[in-house]
């Protein structure tokens, strides 16, 4: 048996990388790692929503960890609207589950990425996580430091929901 590992989708600087993505069942995860996060590609027109981390001084798409209880679609609708006060026209479509291996321990863990459109963008207030937002092209150049991992999702869902 050989222990071949294909190369990562996309590493960021930090040594984070995202290993793979499946579409698979929203309610099947995978069962060889825990599924802790959601995220959210909002789209408007032809532009995904990127939010500014102020922790980690970067733009990524919009989520987060689950609460006790929650499911990865309920986090994904409540991390958007705390993060940017911007909510879908209808409900978010399931994507699929983003493989990460996390620097520095290498620890690996999922997050249920999802999609959806608006027609209206709302109003934005800076938040002590989130210190503004905007609206991005993914076939233009990166946004300033722009966390890659969450480009390339974002990539995968150019569409929209």
């Known amino acids: 048996m050989s222990d ?10 930090r040594g984070n990388a995202l290993t793979a993505f499946g579409c698979g069942d929203e309610g099947a ?5 825990p599924l802790p996060a959601a995220l959210v590609a909002l789209w408007c027109g032809g532009r995904v929503l990127m939010v ?3 922790f ?5 798409l919009p989520g987060g960890r689950r609460e006790a209880g929650e499911s990865p679609r309920r986090a994904a609708v409540r991390e958007l609207s705390e ?4 909510r879908a026209d209808g409900p978010l479509r399931f994507i699929g589950h983003a493989r990460f291996v996390l620097a520095p321990d290498e620890r690996t863990e999922y997050a249920a990425l999802f999609s959806g459109r608006t027609t209206r963008v709302r109003h934005f207030e800076a938040t002590e996580e989130i210190a503004a937002i905007q609206w ?4 233009e150049d990166l ?3 722009t966390q890659p ?10 569409g929209g929901g």
């Open 4 to 13: 071949f590992h294909p190369p990562p989708l996309e590493v960021d600087g």
């Open 29 to 33: 995860p995978p069962g060889d790692a």
């Open 52 to 54: 500014f981390d102020r």
């Open 56 to 60: 980690r001084g970067q733009w990524e």
């Open 83 to 86: 993060e940017s006060g911007q």
């Open 136 to 139: 991005w092209d993914p076939r």
């Open 143 to 145: 946004p300033g430091r």
């Open 149 to 158: 991992l969450d480009a390339h999702l974002a990539r995968l869902t150019r």
